[in-house]
């Protein structure tokens, strides 16, 4: 039933379908600004002569987050997608030639364990139930919950929680008590990639994505990460929601503490009760808000890294490559410095490469493939100037010579053609602060929480946040959790 009341959101990233969603179910009438032609940002799809590539985000991680917001919207997450499990979350190739599978079949795991290191199977197991503790923790306390006052985050209950989390110890420390072998060291702390930190660096609560990877596991959808974009679209839709396309919003209008509506690019003005920016956080207080020394203070920010990302269009398969594969730099130390510290890109970098035809064949036309190589690297930097095309084409080498030793050996005269994503190109594509692609803000532990930029603005009262730089944080799962936190914090402050 309608509630009388409107809704702007801007962006259709995972965060702001979301959001429109639950706002459509509880009455709003809810309009979607969109700056380019399709939805899903970061999680959205290219498709080109006939292959098709997932443009971000590729692996479906921590399921039950899925499920959770899925449910809450009366969605059942097993009918919404044709599933494939998939046991093996990745085969991770070291610099020294030898490989791990990692999965979730702990015969598997167990016998590969126990063959680099005696004793560690064992000693693994410790480690991820300890991970996954630590995992349900932070979505019971930390993650999965609105923060409106300080005073509700500075407790000593919280305080406590901060220490079971183990904030205080570095995730490498922890994971060294458990395992002595360097490759099973990295093994079990690489996945701190994924929201942008640096495995020498990240706390030991990061010792939860890998424990959440081996215990919930992973699965694919049929269609890859884009049918969870395509799957809110339908609801939204459903629902009521209004997409509009190429339609970049330029400003949010004010009215003293009030967001009064959006003015869009072509000059268009359109007014709301309530306006939801999805577009990248930073970007929104620098851009689109008059305010600047907040936004000032928001850059200053740690940002999480990038990366470039080559999506290749193959007219032949190589069997050699499984569907998720991690291949770590023999220079794994040196290579998160260059990323890490220096803003850049290393010539001999880490990388991981998605090749889903493994799982669904539509991915590609019969007997060709689809694979897409991203490479963490630095973020834009003006302290640290570089040519973007220079690193890529370095890395590019590189990684055609990895592949060359893993039996590739013809891969460069098999690429159809290719789609190249540099720092630059998500910051013009998806206004990404800075190119950061995991975020864009990182995940340092007093940028978490309360500290985390709020979902809503402390001056325009209902002008609020949700995606990957306001809390929880990045990765498909917690920006639901965003727009599932988000709207719940609209409902309560409107008395919905
Ligand atoms: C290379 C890469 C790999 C990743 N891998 C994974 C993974 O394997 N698993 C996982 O869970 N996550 C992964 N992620 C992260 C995941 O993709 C993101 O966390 C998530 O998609 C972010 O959603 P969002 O809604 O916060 O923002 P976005 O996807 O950035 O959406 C924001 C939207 O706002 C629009 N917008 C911006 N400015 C304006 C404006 N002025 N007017 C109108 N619209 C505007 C943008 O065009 C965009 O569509 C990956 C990301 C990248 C880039």
């Given at each position: 039933m309608k509630n009388g009341k409107t809704a702007i959101i801007i962006g259709s990233g995972i965060g702001g379908i979301a959001t429109s969603i639950y706002l459509a179910r509880q009455g709003f009438g809810v309009t979607i600004y969109e700056k380019?032609?399709?939805?899903?940002?970061?999680c959205s799809q290219i498709i080109r002569e006939g292959h098709r590539f997932d443009l971000g985000a590729t692996i479906f991680l921590m399921p039950g987050i899925y499920k959770k917001v899925f449910r809450s919207l009366g969605l059942n997450l097993e009918e919404c997608f044709d599933i494939t499990p998939l046991p093996t979350l990745y085969k991770i190739l070291f610099g020294d030639g030898t490989q791990l599978l990692?999965?979730?079949?702990k015969a598997v795991l167990a016998e590969q364990l126990e063959t680099t290191e005696k004793g560690s199977y064992e000693k693994s197991q410790k480690l991820i139930n300890q991970g996954y503790d630590f995992f349900l923790l932070a979505l019971d306390k930390l993650l999965g919950r609105n923060f409106y006052r300080l005073s509700e985050f500075v407790t000593l209950q919280n305080a406590l929680m901060l220490v079971k989390l183990k904030t205080y110890m570095k995730h490498k420390t922890l994971v060294r008590r458990y395992l002595k072998n360097p490759n099973l060291q990295k093994a079990f702390t690489f996945q701190n990639i994924y929201v942008g930190q640096n495995p020498d660096t990240a706390?030991?609560?990061?010792?939860?994505l890998a424990a959440a990877e081996l215990t919930e596991g992973s699965i694919f959808p049929a269609g890859g990460m884009f049918s969870v974009t395509r799957k809110l679209v339908s609801v939204a839709l459903e629902s009521g929601v209004l997409f509009y396309y190429n339609a970049p919003v330029a400003s949010i209008q004010t009215d003293g503490d009030k967001a009064a509506g959006v003015i869009l690019q072509d000059g268009t003005v359109s007014k709301a009760d309530v306006v939801v920016a999805n577009a990248d956080l930073p970007y929104v207080y620098r851009e689109?808000?008059?305010?600047k020394a907040k936004s000032k203070q928001i850059d200053r920010l740690r940002h999480s890294c990038s990366a470039i990302v080559l999506h290749w269009g193959l007219d032949k398969i190589y069997?050699?490559?499984?569907?998720h594969n991690v291949f770590l730099s023999a220079d794994y130390e040196a290579n998160l410095v260059k990323v890490f510290r220096e803003k850049s890109l290393s010539g001999s970098p880490s990388f991981y490469i998605h090749a889903p035809v493994r799982s669904?064949?539509?991915?590609?036309?019969?007997?060709q493939d689809s694979i897409s190589v991203i490479i963490p690297c630095g973020h834009l930097d003006s302290k640290h100037d570089h040519n973007w095309n220079d690193l890529k084409n370095n890395a590019r080498e590189s990684v055609i010579a990895r592949l060359k030793k893993l039996g590739l050996t013809d891969v460069e005269e098999h690429i159809k053609f290719e789609i190249c994503y540099l720092p630059q190109t998500w910051k013009s594509v998806f206004n990404l602060s800075k190119g950061?692609?995991?975020?864009?803000?990182?995940?340092?532990i007093f940028q978490m929480?309360?500290?985390?930029?709020?979902?809503?603005?402390k001056k325009y009262k209902n002008l609020y946040f949700t995606g990957g730089?306001?809390?929880?944080?990045?990765g498909v799962p917690l920006v639901l959790l965003s727009a599932m936190l988000t709207s719940e914090r609209i409902y309560k402050e409107l008395q919905i």
């Open positions: 380019n032609a399709s939805p899903g940002g970061r990692f999965s979730t079949d706390p030991a609560l990061f010792s939860m689109l808000l008059p305010d069997p050699q490559l499984s569907h669904d064949p539509t991915a590609a036309p019969a007997g950061s692609v995991f975020g864009s803000l990182g995940h340092q929480g309360y500290f985390r930029p709020h979902n809503r603005h730089s306001t809390h929880p944080g990045n």
